[in-house]
């Protein structure tokens, strides 16, 4: 482990253990791309890969499907693994992510969808890699939007902001549903789909209309999920 501002993160010794292989395996598979490279963070004046616990997640799963050494695109879908999401949320809006949670369920568990949210980080370990590191390996993000989400410094510079940013350079897929009312019409989030009805946001509705609203958010995920793995 290496401590970095307090923090104990994994290197690339750590992850070599946890996959079961040397070293030099694990940086060979990461230079024939095999493995995605993992995030760096700066260290002293030098910067150097970190492996959090969501990287060797998602390196498990990855090497799972390719022991034959097949790479990701000779795969067929069926043996892909699921698509990961990247859920961005608020803490004082933890009720809604619940909800989001439990219509996926579904999915989850037919090995469709892989939720990923900040409940998932390994107590001790640091936070800002492992959220560095799920985001790096998502396929697409969520974000629950509120005035809570827009008020939080640290949400908007932690997580936002690099959504944001791997949307435009490498294509994360990003959705939004309305939590609470907001200034959506001049903001960065009018450039991505709204999942529902910004003007209905969730907590404006009965309970049986959020019900359905839910229903068909849950829809237009696994829609959009399959359409993007078929294209």
Do not use: C
Request: cysteine-free; charged content about 30%; overall charge positive.
């Amino acid at each position: 482990m290496l401590v970095i501002k307090g923090e104990k993160v994994p290197t690339i010794s750590d992850a070599a253990s946890a996959l079961g292989v040397d070293v030099r395996t694990l940086r060979r598979w990461i230079r024939d791309e095999i493995l995605p490279n993992p995030p760096v963070v700066a260290h002293g004046k030098r910067k150097v890969a970190i492996f959090p616990s969501a990287y060797i997640s998602r390196a498990k799963a990855t090497l799972s499907i390719k022991r034959s050494k097949i790479l990701p695109q000779h795969v067929p879908r069926e043996n892909r693994g699921p698509a990961r999401i990247f859920v961005s949320y608020s803490h004082k809006d933890k009720r809604w992510l619940e909800d989001l949670k439990s219509v996926m369920r579904t999915f989850v568990r037919d090995n469709q969808l892989d939720i990923w949210d900040d409940s998932r980080i390994p107590p001790g370990a640091g936070w800002r890699s492992e959220i560095e590191a799920a985001l790096k390996v998502s396929d697409a993000a969520i974000l629950l939007i509120s005035r809570h989400f827009l008020a939080s410094d640290f949400i908007v510079e932690r997580e936002l902001l690099p959504i944001l940013r791997a949307a435009k350079r490498r294509g994360l897929r990003v959705w939004w549903i309305a939590v609470s009312a907001i200034m959506y019409e001049d903001s960065q989030l009018s450039e991505f789909q709204a999942l529902n009805e910004p003007d209905h946001p969730l907590n404006s509705v009965a309970t049986a209309k959020r019900d359905r609203q839910w229903v068909e958010i849950a829809r237009k995920i696994k829609i959009a999920i399959n359409r993007a793995v078929d294209a």
